[in-house]
């Protein structure tokens, strides 16, 4: 290696120091870049990047150290502008520095353990010169007085603060310092505003006006959820604008805590009641929502059973109301219901507190909820003897199996209604006909629940299926029709096969296709529509979805149907009044020569069709 001329590396040094000043006051170089990378290659070369380095350092020391105490000397108002370009400068500085000792980077540091790059090093050199000193502390303190001044609906500046976050990000000292500091503001300023809100929190009925005896700065809590919605959304926007991304689940965790969990009995006890009475869902939800996320359901679950147990008795205990009685509790039953739908996302355990709340107050008072019900049916029957349709029937039998569920006293029900009722009309035979179809859609409805839980953990159907078991001796006897069901309906009818002998070894089933029912969805040029169908109906419709024509001997084939129940299936799809299915020749008709084809003009102002099957005339 060629000998260095005498003061070569005093001068070399002294060249690079001169640099690293002009750059610091943001005036040119004295030399050339590339001249001062020679000199600070030639100076590695010969083993003096330790020289290099500590120089490199006592520079960036020197100015970060004067440079931040003056911003500290000036009043608060400034602190934050001057550091926020400060930082700007320093790293704008530190990027040209790095470029001129380029090659102390890439050999000395390399080779040098525990030597920081001049990056990371020059990033450490103003962290230490915060950390030394009261400016870290007060950046901590300015900066949160902005946030707390955005809380407040004042305006911050935004873009400052963000760069300021984003500096004490890479400096490493957001976690370890600015974090904890920002937890605590946030729980201290959400504690107060939680205290004053929540002090004068009033229940106001839905229309949200105000009593005279109101305070003007009281809250209903309907408006107080919404608010602490709010609060959740812009803490949520701020920490996306400029604080850092790990800020949001402490932030929101504590507003939860603060503004919700710590008063929940207090939300609950002022206004539950309230809220369920004016059937307010929306306020309900928002109530559910932001409980279940501070764990308070079982609190949720209390109220809702109180609420449920204190409206039926008022029902259940005034001998006055007897004579609407049933009628009344499947109302409240279908309200209550609504509620866990749309508010309470049917949640397991408040449906149970439902069920048992609901059964509790239906048997205080003893023996009369069963008699009364047997005598709502027996009165329904009467007056609908002449006229009722079989979907009315079926309508009726569903309600009253809703109630019957929660009645204790079921044999006192069969009792009074073998005893004083059906009897008088219909005779012994057929009352023991209806309480064993009653007992059929209870048993049915409990394993039409499970066998959907079954699908839904298995996910091995591509249909929903449900299936209705009735019992021979207590139904019409209908004669099987042939009929060669679709191959999804096919195979979810096998899986309710093994699933029932599953459970009853021994029993068989007789398929009844023609009782059955359909939902299907189908596009339209319009756009999609749900049919409800016979499964006549359904069968033959979706021959269609793979074919646009098909002719009458070829449905037939397909199908199985034949003679009048191919004819009028095909008349109420195609002949009907919603004609989901074209034919030629026109006609009211259908003979066994038609040709028929899908029919995708096909319009209606309903999202849901029923398409009723064709009665023909004798």
Same mark, same amino acid.
């Given at each position: 290696?060629?000998?260095?001329?005498? =003061?070569?590396?005093?001068?070399?040094?002294?060249?690079?120091?001169?640099?690293?000043?002009?750059?610091?006051?943001?005036?040119?170089?004295?030399?050339?870049?590339?001249?001062?990378?020679?000199?600070?290659?030639?100076?590695?070369?010969?083993?003096?990047?330790?020289?290099?380095?500590?120089?490199?350092?006592?520079?960036?020391?020197?100015?970060?150290?004067?440079?931040?105490?003056?911003?500290?000397?000036?009043?608060?108002?400034?602190?934050?502008?001057?550091?926020?370009?400060? *930082?700007?400068?320093?790293?704008?500085?530190?990027?040209?520095?790095?470029?001129?000792?380029?090659?102390?980077?890439?050999?000395?540091?390399?080779?040098?353990? =525990?030597?920081?790059?001049? *990056?990371?090093?020059?990033?450490?050199?103003?962290?230490?010169?915060?950390?030394?000193?009261?400016?870290?502390?007060?950046?901590?303190?300015?900066?949160?007085?902005?946030?707390?001044?955005?809380?407040? #609906?004042?305006?911050?500046?935004?873009?400052?603060?963000?760069?300021?976050?984003?500096?004490?990000?890479?400096?490493?000292?957001?976690?370890?310092?600015?974090?904890?500091?920002?937890?605590?503001?946030?729980?201290?300023?959400?504690?107060?505003?939680?205290?004053?809100?929540?002090?004068?929190?009033?229940?106001?009925?839905?229309?949200?006006?105000?009593?005279?005896?109101?305070?003007?700065?009281?809250?209903?809590?309907?408006?107080?959820?919404?608010?602490?919605?709010?609060?959740? !959304?812009?803490?949520?926007?701020?920490?996306?604008?400029?604080?850092?991304? =790990?800020?949001?689940?402490?932030?929101?965790?504590?507003?939860?805590?603060?503004?919700?969990?710590?008063?929940?009995?207090?939300?609950?006890?002022?206004?539950?009641?309230?809220?369920?009475?004016?059937?307010?869902?929306?306020?309900?939800? =928002?109530?559910?929502?932001?409980?279940?996320?501070?764990?308070?359901?079982?609190?949720?679950?209390?109220? *809702?059973?109180?609420?449920?147990?204190?409206?039926?008795?008022?029902?259940?205990?005034?001998?006055?109301?007897?004579?609407?009685?049933?009628?009344?509790?499947?109302?409240?039953?279908?309200?209550? !219901?609504?509620?866990?739908?749309?508010?309470?996302?049917?949640?397991?355990?408040?449906?149970?507190?439902?069920?048992?709340?609901?059964?509790?107050?239906?048997?205080?008072?003893?023996?009369?909820?069963?008699?009364?019900?047997?005598?709502?049916?027996?009165?329904?029957?009467?007056?609908?003897?002449?006229?009722?349709?079989?979907?009315?029937?079926?309508?009726?039998?569903?309600?009253?199996?809703?109630?019957?569920?929660?009645?204790?006293?079921?044999?006192?029900?069969?009792?009074?209604?073998?005893?004083?009722?059906?009897?008088?009309?219909?005779?012994?035979?057929?009352?023991?006909?209806?309480?064993?179809?009653?007992?059929?859609?209870?048993?049915?409805?409990?394993?039409?629940?499970?066998?959907?839980?079954?699908?839904?953990?298995?996910?091995?159907?591509?249909? !929903?299926?449900?299936?209705?078991?009735?019992?021979?001796?207590?139904?019409?006897?209908?004669?099987?029709?042939?009929?060669?069901?679709?191959?999804?309906? &096919?195979?979810?009818?096998?899986?309710?096969?093994?699933?029932?002998?599953?459970?009853?070894?021994?029993?068989?089933?007789? *398929?009844?296709?023609?009782? #059955?029912?359909?939902?299907?969805?189908?596009?339209?040029?319009?756009?999609?529509?749900?049919?409800?169908?016979?499964?006549?109906?359904?069968?033959?419709?979706?021959?269609?979805?793979?074919?646009?024509?098909?002719?009458?001997?070829?449905?037939?084939?397909?199908?199985?149907?034949?003679?009048? &129940?191919?004819?009028?299936?095909?008349?109420?799809?195609?002949?009907?009044?919603?004609?989901?299915?074209?034919?030629?020749?026109?006609?009211?008709?259908?003979?066994?020569?038609?040709?028929?084809?899908?029919?995708?003009?096909?319009?209606?102002?309903?999202?849901?069709?029923?398409?009723?099957?064709?009665?023909?005339?004798?």
């Amino acid at each position: 290696m060629t000998p260095l001329p005498a =003061n070569y590396k005093t001068d070399a040094l002294a060249r690079l120091k001169s640099a690293i000043q002009a750059i610091q006051q943001s005036q040119p170089t004295p030399q050339g870049l590339e001249e001062l990378y020679r000199d600070c290659e030639g100076l590695c070369l010969h083993k003096f990047g330790s020289d290099i380095y500590a120089m490199a350092k006592a520079e960036l020391e020197a100015y970060a150290s004067q440079r931040l105490g003056e911003i500290g000397r000036q009043p608060d108002a400034s602190v934050l502008g001057l550091t926020t370009q400060f *930082w700007a400068d320093y790293t704008q500085q530190l990027d040209m520095i790095k470029c001129v000792f380029l090659y102390l980077d890439r050999t000395y540091v390399l080779q040098s353990a =525990n030597v920081a790059s001049l *990056w990371s090093m020059g990033l450490s050199v103003v962290r230490q010169c915060l950390v030394d000193t009261d400016m870290k502390s007060k950046l901590v303190r300015l900066i949160l007085g902005e946030v707390a001044k955005e809380r407040d #609906g004042k305006s911050a500046d935004q873009a400052s603060l963000q760069s300021l976050i984003q500096m004490l990000v890479d400096l490493g000292l957001y976690s370890q310092f600015f974090m904890p500091s920002l937890i605590d503001a946030t729980r201290e300023y959400y504690s107060r505003e939680s205290r004053r809100l929540v002090g004068s929190l009033v229940a106001i009925q839905p229309a949200e006006e105000p009593r005279p005896d109101t305070p003007a700065s009281a809250m209903s809590v309907p408006q107080y959820l919404a608010h602490v919605k709010l609060r959740i !959304d812009e803490e949520t926007q701020r920490a996306t604008r400029y604080l850092s991304a =790990n800020s949001k689940a402490p932030l929101l965790n504590v507003i939860m805590t603060q503004l919700i969990e710590k008063h929940a009995e207090r939300l609950l006890m002022t206004s539950f009641d309230t809220m369920a009475d004016a059937f307010m869902l929306a306020d309900l939800a =928002n109530l559910y929502s932001l409980l279940t996320s501070v764990g308070k359901i079982e609190s949720l679950k209390r109220y *809702w059973a109180t609420y449920i147990k204190k409206v039926g008795i008022l029902l259940v205990q005034v001998p006055e109301l007897d004579v609407s009685l049933v009628s009344e509790l499947l109302t409240l039953k279908q309200r209550l !219901d609504d509620i866990m739908k749309s508010a309470f996302q049917s949640n397991n355990i408040l449906a149970h507190a439902l069920r048992d709340s609901f059964e509790s107050f239906v048997n205080t008072r003893r023996n009369k909820p069963a008699q009364l019900t047997a005598k709502f049916i027996d009165q329904c029957m009467r007056s609908g003897n002449k006229s009722a349709t079989d979907e009315d029937i079926d309508s009726l039998l569903d309600r009253v199996v809703v109630l019957f569920r929660f009645i204790n006293d079921k044999d006192l029900f069969e009792a009074y209604y073998k005893r004083d009722l059906l009897r008088i009309e219909y005779g012994l035979g057929y009352t023991k006909r209806l309480e064993g179809m009653l007992r059929d859609m209870d048993v049915s409805s409990g394993l039409d629940g499970k066998f959907t839980n079954l699908q839904q953990a298995q996910e091995t159907c591509g249909i !929903d299926f449900h299936a209705t078991i009735l019992t021979q001796a207590f139904w019409p006897t209908y004669e099987p029709l042939p009929l060669v069901i679709p191959r999804e309906v &096919e195979l979810a009818q096998e899986q309710f096969i093994q699933f029932y002998n599953e459970k009853h070894n021994g029993r068989k089933l007789f *398929w009844q296709p023609n009782l #059955g029912t359909c939902l299907l969805k189908v596009a339209f040029d319009e756009g999609v529509k749900e049919l409800s169908l016979t499964i006549m109906q359904g069968t033959v419709l979706l021959l269609f979805s793979e074919r646009d024509e098909l002719s009458y001997e070829q449905i037939q084939e397909n199908t199985g149907l034949e003679g009048i &129940e191919l004819i009028r299936t095909l008349q109420s799809l195609a002949c009907g009044k919603f004609r989901v299915l074209t034919k030629e020749p026109k006609g009211r008709d259908v003979e066994v020569t038609d040709v028929f084809r899908f029919n995708a003009a096909f319009k209606s102002s309903y999202a849901r069709v029923k398409i009723g099957q064709i009665l023909l005339k004798e």
